[in-house]
Each structure stands twice: as structure tokens, then as C-alpha cells.
């Protein structure tokens, strides 16, 4: 597959990037290459990644604990301390391997380390390969609010290898699924289009690689997230609220990521009938097909309360305002726009229906 170039970095798929990867090493000279691991990447792909490096390297592995809970600053500490103790220095190189967790943390304590040491990009997950791979975003979260502290900051390259994703649960390649589906409905509805036959097999290889494309096409337009890039947060207001509220609650089974954007998809496509004219029968089609994917989540009336609380603190938000991403019809999006709590409880009951 062709690479793609994203803002000032390249994003290459299977054998070129490792062939880039061994170039970057033995150009650079490294002696030392330090690699962000949890337990599922450091048993299941460092070994992949490993057999790929034709360089005279050695390995420095940090591992930390998999999971959104780990994705703190507290973690970042333990991830600095333990550059320092293994004497990395400014011209060090730190590999992240893993979904979005260890990318969007590991790219952010490079950034910060020493002021900035290099960083490359290896997603092992869906969803961090058609969604984190792009866009020069790292963070952590602060709490149970995601990616509340974090900054811009570009790897050198991100290399995509689709051969990961056999290490991977069904549930965690359908958690993903669920911003390939946002790509379609907001930008390319052909994406979207292959979702509607469940009796033909998606090509999950080439749907990865138009994913990033539409991603790198939205992010060279607007970096920042001044204007178009916003429409890659439809489905993330109410559906960051809700993986927040799970993730907080001891009585509530932990959430992925892609069922609380599909749950925030269905919602915030019901707004959008009310207060954009999004197609009645369009909203159907998307209720019917991503709760077939997904399932429901199991969110209750009582939860309301907690959910809108947790709305206040997107980071999209101004001057105290809730800002969503609504759909005026497939592949057109209105930003920027307020929804009042009552609408937001009824799009809640409407999900539960």
C-alpha cells in the first residue's frame, strides 16, 4: 500500500515501513532504542517487530499495564523515571507499540522528556491505527476525563501493520470499528455503505488505509482543530461522557471505546433530526446497523444526571458551552453546535427505545 504523507511525517504500511524503520535506525546511529510496551504488546508484537529489525540495536523495554486506567500522568512519571534510569538522553528514540493508549501517553512523554526526544508510532490496535496513527495528538487523561492534558507533537514516522491485528479479540477489532463508521457517515458514506450488507465480508485492510487517508486529508486542512478537523469528534460528546461515567463507576462493566462512540453516534444522530434536518430514515439506518455491531450499552435513566455532568468538562467546550458535531446528511456536518440537556436526555431515551 501506498505511503501517506501526514504533516511532517510519513505513515507507511507493512514492508516499506520496516524497511523506513531500518533506515531511520541505521542513518541515526542509535546504540539504544528504547520501546513502550504493556503485557498484551510486549508478549503478543514486540516479537513481530523484533524479527523485522535489521539493525545493530539493542532493545530497552519499558512496560507498563495495559488499559484506559494506566493512561495518567501518574504513569508518566514512572515512564520518565525509567528513561532516566536507563540513561536515554536527547538523541534517544522511543518506539511505542500498542493501541491508543500506549501511542497517544508514549508520544507524549517523548514530547516532554528532555523537551522533546524522537518518537515513532507502531498502532497494534484497530482503532488506534485508523484513528491515532494521524493527527499529531498525544495526552493523557486527567482523572476519569479523557485526554484532558497533552500537547501536538509529530513521531518521525507511523508504521502500519495490519499483521497485528490477529493478535487482537473480536471485541477489540469491533471497538474500532466504530471510527471507520464515523469516517463514512461524516466524510466518505462509501465507507459507510459497506456496513449496510451484512451478508458481504468488509475489506478491513482497505478500510484501514482510506480511514487514514481521510484522516490525514481533514488534519493537513486544519491541524489545529480550529474548524474542519471538529467533525472528527461526531459521536464523542455524549460517547465520551458515557466511557467516562462507566469508567468511574464500580458498578458498571468497564466500556470500549467503540461502544460508547456508537452509543454517542445513535444519539447525536437523533439530535441531529431535530436541529439539522438529518433524515428520519437515515437515523433508522444508523440505529439498526451499529446497534447490530454493537450491541447496547447498558446505560439507565439514574445515570443521566452523571453523564450531562461529565459533558461540562469536554475539552471541545467554550466558555462553559457544550459544543457538538451534528449531521445535516451523510458527509455534511454542522460544527460548533448547542444542544440543550433536554435534548440531550431525549436522545438518551431514544437510544435506550
Known amino acids: 500500500m501506498q505511503t501517506i504523507q501526514s504533516t511532517s511525517y510519513p505513515v507507511h504500511f507493512q514492508e516499506t515501513g520496516y524497511n523506513a524503520l531500518n533506515d531511520f535506525i541505521n542513518s541515526k546511529g542509535f546504540k539504544t ?16 517487530l523484533q524479527q523485522e529489525i535489521d539493525a545493530d540495536v539493542s532493545f530497552e523495554v519499558i512496560e507498563i499495564e495495559s488499559g484506559e486506567v494506566n493512561k495518567n500522568l501518574g504513569t508518566c512519571m514512572s515512564l520518565w523515571q525509567a528513561l532516566t534510569d536507563l540513561g536515554a538522553d536527547r538523541k534517544s528514540l522511543l518506539i511505542n507499540i500498542g493501541g491508543g493508549v500506549i501511542t497517544d501517553m508514549g508520544g507524549f512523554v517523548a514530547s516532554t522528556y528532555k523537551r522533546g526526544i524522537q518518537f515513532i508510532n507502531i ?39 495490519p499483521l497485528y491485528l490477529k493478535t487482537l479479540s473480536e ?100 439530535i441531529s433530526t431535530k436541529l439539522c434536518g438529518f433524515p428520519q430514515e437515515d437515523l433508522q439506518i444508523i440505529k439498526q446497523t451499529i446497534t447490530r455491531i454493537f450491541g447496547k450499552v447498558p446505560v439507565l435513566k439514574e445515570d443521566y444526571d452523571a453523564v450531562l455532568d461529565l459533558m461540562k468538562h469536554d475539552k471541545k467546550n467554550v466558555n462553559g458551552q457544550v459544543n457538538f458535531v451534528l449531521l445535516e446528511g451523510l458527509e455534511k456536518c454542522k460544527i460548533d453546535c448547542k444542544v440543550s440537556p433536554e435534548l440531550i436526555i431525549e436522545s438518551l431515551d431514544y437510544y435506550l427505545v
Open 123 to 161: 498502532p497494534t490496535t484497530l482503532l488506534s491505527m485508523v484513528d491515532a496513527s494521524v493527527g499529531g495528538k498525544t495526552g493523557v487523561d486527567l482523572g476519569v476525563l479523557k485526554n484532558q492534558i497533552g500537547l501536538f507533537a509529530d513521531p518521525e514516522m507511523v508504521l502500519i501493520d
Open 33 to 48: 532504542v528504547f520501546v513502550l510496551v504493556d503485557e498484551n504488546t510486549h508478549e503478543h508484537c514486540l516479537p513481530i
Open 171 to 270: 471485541v477489540e477489532i469491533t471497538s474500532g470499528m466504530a471510527e471507520i463508521i464515523k469516517y463514512g457517515l461524516t466524510y466518505d458514506s462509501s465507507l459507510w455503505n459497506q456496513f449496510l450488507d451484512e451478508s458481504k465480508e468488509v475489506d478491513l485492510v482497505g478500510m484501514i488505509h482510506r480511514s487514514i487517508e481521510i484522516k490525514n486529508e481533514v488534519v493537513l486542512e486544519d491541524r489545529l482543530e480550529a474548524n474542519l478537523r471538529k467533525i472528527l469528534n461526531y459521536g464523542h460528546t455524549i460517547g465520551h461522557a458515557v466511557e467516562s461515567y462507566f469508567l468511574e463507576s464500580e458498578d458498571k462493566k468497564t466500556l470500549t471505546h467503540g461502544q460508547a462512540i456508537a452509543l454517542g453516534m445513535i444519539t447525536e444522530a437523533y
